[in-house]
């Protein structure tokens, strides 16, 4: 797992988007990591959270746990989290968790936006 921190593509270089990339599963195993990660980039009240789901084919519900909590602490900071590059089995998982909603989701590099699986 990785933290970037970049500027949006925007004017504004007040508040860069911060990045954390995932290249593993998100299970029990990688838990605590994700949280640290998450944790360090929300620390700077980035405007944005992106977590970077292109090479992530999996998550549990706890990490889908963690990233609800990610997701309500960007909120309360006036910020944004979203998910990009969320893989075909990802959005599965979301859609049958209810969550496909609630996470501002975005395509990864040109790939056309995700359809909701409903």
Same mark, same amino acid.
């Given at each position: 797992m990785t933290l970037l921190t970049e500027r949006p593509a925007s004017s504004d270089t007040t508040s860069?988007?911060?990045v954390v990339i995932v290249d593993t599963e998100l299970?029990?195993?990688?838990? $605590?990591?994700?949280?640290? %990660?998450l944790e360090l980039a929300l620390s700077t009240?980035?405007? %944005? !959270?992106?977590?970077?789901?292109?090479d992530c084919v999996f998550?549990? @519900?706890?990490?889908?746990?963690?990233? !609800?909590? @990610?997701?309500?602490?960007?909120?309360? *900071?006036?910020?944004?989290?979203?998910?990009?590059?969320?893989? $075909? *089995?990802c959005l599965r998982l979301l #859609?049958? #968790?209810? !969550?496909?909603?609630?996470?501002? !989701?975005e395509p990864a590099g040109d790939l056309p936006a995700p359809r909701s699986a409903a």
């Open positions: 860069p988007d911060a299970d029990i195993a990688t838990l $605590p990591q994700l949280r640290e %990660r009240s980035p405007a %944005r !959270l992106v977590v970077d789901l292109t998550l549990d @519900a706890q990490a889908m746990n963690v990233l !609800l909590d @990610a997701h309500r602490q960007a909120w309360r *900071q006036g910020g944004l989290l979203t998910l990009r590059g969320c893989s $075909p *089995q #859609a049958l #968790a209810g !969550l496909v909603g609630v996470f501002d !989701l």
